[in-house]
């Protein structure tokens, strides 16, 4: 089955830098890609997603790339903001035999310091 | 509003006592699924639906049951609990796999 590897477990930041949280995934059949912020006490949220069509894929200061080739993709954050600090979840769905399963990485707890 | 609900949000119980999480959603959703989110594991699937009287296992099936008899619910079954079962449960409702998953607010349940 799907296997998806997230880096790094934490990260902690200046405000105004960027972040960038690392992927990978085991199935190469596997062709949707999305990314979900929880924050404390809350329920995950889609920040952004990519397809496996699509290289790249940009809205306002959140971005994710994707290697189809090296089955990895990245979520970059620019200008970060303390509204920022949150765990970050980047995921995998199924395709072929697997189609129908959502498989998520270990998350990534984000602090951006002001 | 459109929303998805899951009820109770907190629970304390004994090993070995049967419990029923329901979820439900008002979005007209084909698909659903549910999730047991664990310090340093993330989201682990246990199961989802792709439709009604469709269920298949995610990653970690074993000790759950569900059932799909509506489009609208998707109860989550421990029929005999275990402490290793004590986790933080979500729902989720979507169009498909590959499309944004709206989840519910969760379910912290403790097995004692």
């Known amino acids: 089955g799907e296997n998806v590897e997230q880096h790094p477990s934490t990260l902690s930041v200046q405000e105004g830098d960027s972040a960038v949280i690392k992927c990978t995934y085991s199935d190469s059949a596997s062709n949707y890609f999305p990314w979900y912020k929880q924050e404390l006490g809350k329920r995950p949220q889609l920040i952004i997603d990519?397809?496996?069509?699509?290289g790249e894929k940009k809205d306002q200061r959140i971005a994710v790339t994707l290697n189809k080739t090296a089955k990895h993709f990245s979520l970059h954050i620019t200008e970060t903001q303390p509204e920022d600090s949150a765990v970050y979840f980047c995921a995998a769905s199924g395709g072929g035999t697997s189609y129908g399963k959502l498989t998520f990485g270990q998350g990534t707890i984000l602090t951006v310091h002001p | 509003e459109a929303q998805v609900t899951q009820n109770p949000r907190y629970l304390i119980t004994v090993t070995g006592k049967k419990l029923t999480v329901t979820c439900s959603q008002n979005?007209?959703?084909?698909?659903m699924s549910w999730y047991r989110q664990d310090p340093g594991l993330g989201l682990r699937q246990i199961y989802y639906?792709?439709?009604?009287?469709?269920?298949d296992k995610g990653d970690v099936p074993e000790g759950y049951k569900v059932s799909r008899k509506e489009k609208r619910n998707f109860p989550l079954i421990l029929e005999s609990p275990s402490p290793n079962q004590t986790s933080l449960y979500f729902c989720?409702?979507?169009?498909?796999?590959?499309?944004?998953?709206?989840f519910g607010p969760g379910t912290r349940l403790t097995v004692t």
């Open positions: 639906s792709m439709n009604v009287e469709v269920t």
């Open positions: 990519i397809r496996s069509n699509v």
């Open positions: 979005m007209n959703h084909e698909y």
């Open positions: 989720a409702s979507s169009r498909g796999p590959s499309y944004e998953q709206y």
